[in-house]
């Protein structure tokens, strides 16, 4: 598979990556022997790069991740992981519902600050079992998690000290890079006006469908040199199922706007001859801002079915019939909108 570089770092990721939230349980169980089982089917078709976190199943899924990348021979793979939250065990009767099905034993702690990033990572490689993690995001930090009261004071934290806690990190020689991992454009924005990034992990908003990213975040990417991970390519399914009944965007329902803008496109990828998934899963890498696609799922015969997708020959012109039935996320209020 090819590979592009992360920013000035040197670091080659394969154009297309894993995500493991599905492995942590979200929204339904995932038994052990399917989880490596996917993970041995994205191994097989050539992905390199691995993404995870704490967040996913409360350490379930690092503890997945790190078993199956484990035996691999050093320097063959790229990992990455995210800070931000901590993760503190409780009763078996006190584990919160934040969407994952069987998680591990554990509440979640907010903390971007210098002394919860480094312990952050230390958790971290506890439960990979591992010594190496390549690329460190500072995970949700931004409006659209915690609403913005809330996240003024975590993004005070994280431009106090978080910031120096990665820059040290990657000094040492103990990551390679840095970033945020969020679902918003303007915490980016916020965040590159005190601090160069390495790359950023933004889901849903450089999309087929949302081209939030375009007007700002990805011109000044370019500028300073800051690649991007693309993930939620399909935005919450809508652009792999079509507009069908139940079809989510953004992780909620998709409004019948939504669910228009998404027909017309179905019609005129199937005019060209191809599923509207397709261009979809490769929209984001006609930017040379966009160093890896992160593909997320909990099956390996979708995952076999995303990379067949992935290879599936495209009419070279097909992208700009899709613009004028594409959108902008809405201006973010003072409420968080997912947690």
């Not at 996913?56 to 690092?62: D, I, M, N, T, V």
């Not at 390495?198 to 849903?204: H, Q, R, S, Y």
């Not at 087929?208 to 370019?222: H, K, V």
């Not at 966009?290 to 070279?316: D, K």
Request: a negative charge.
């Amino acid at each position: 598979m090819k590979t592009r570089t992360i920013a000035r770092t040197g670091l080659a990721v394969t154009e297309f990556s894993f995500g493991t939230a599905a492995l942590g349980g979200l929204y339904r169980a995932c038994p052990r022997d399917a989880a490596m089982a996917t993970l041995e089917a994205a191994w097989d078709e050539g992905i390199r790069y691995f993404d995870t976190a704490p967040w996913y199943g409360f350490g379930l899924a690092e503890r997945r991740t790190g078993d199956f990348l484990r035996d691999k021979p050093s320097g063959s793979y790229v990992l990455s992981s995210k800070v931000g939250r901590i993760m503190v065990p409780v009763a078996d009767d006190k584990v919160p519902d934040y969407g994952y099905v069987d998680p591990l034993p554990f509440d979640v702690r907010y903390d971007y600050s210098y002394d919860g990033i480094m312990r952050s990572v230390e958790l971290s490689h506890a439960r990979l079992g591992l010594n190496r993690i390549d690329i460190l995001y500072v995970h949700d930090i931004g409006v659209y998690t915690h609403g913005a009261e809330r996240n003024a004071f975590h993004l005070r934290q994280l431009l106090d000290s978080g910031l120096k806690a990665l820059s040290e990190l990657k000094s040492s020689g103990a990551i390679k890079a840095y970033g945020l991992g969020v679902n918003e454009v303007p915490v980016c924005l916020d965040v590159m006006r005190h601090a160069d990034l390495d790359c950023i992990l933004l889901a849903g908003r450089y999309t087929l469908l949302d081209r939030t990213a375009e007007s700002a975040l990805l011109p000044l990417c370019a500028a300073r040199g800051t690649s991007l991970v693309v993930g939620g390519v399909f935005n919450s399914g809508i652009l792999a199922t079509g507009p069908v009944e139940g079809a989510h965007f953004d992780y909620m329902p998709a409004t019948s706007d939504v669910a228009a803008k998404v027909g017309a496109m179905v019609e005129i990828a199937e005019k060209n001859g191809v599923p509207l998934a397709a261009p979809a899963l490769r929209f984001p890498l006609e930017n040379p801002s966009v160093a890896s696609i992160l593909i997320g799922t909990a099956r390996p015969e979708s995952l076999r079915r995303n990379m067949q997708l992935a290879r599936a020959p495209l009419p070279q012109d097909i992208y700009p019939a899709f613009e004028p039935y594409t959108l902008v996320a809405p201006e973010l209020g003072q409420e968080a909108v997912r947690q």
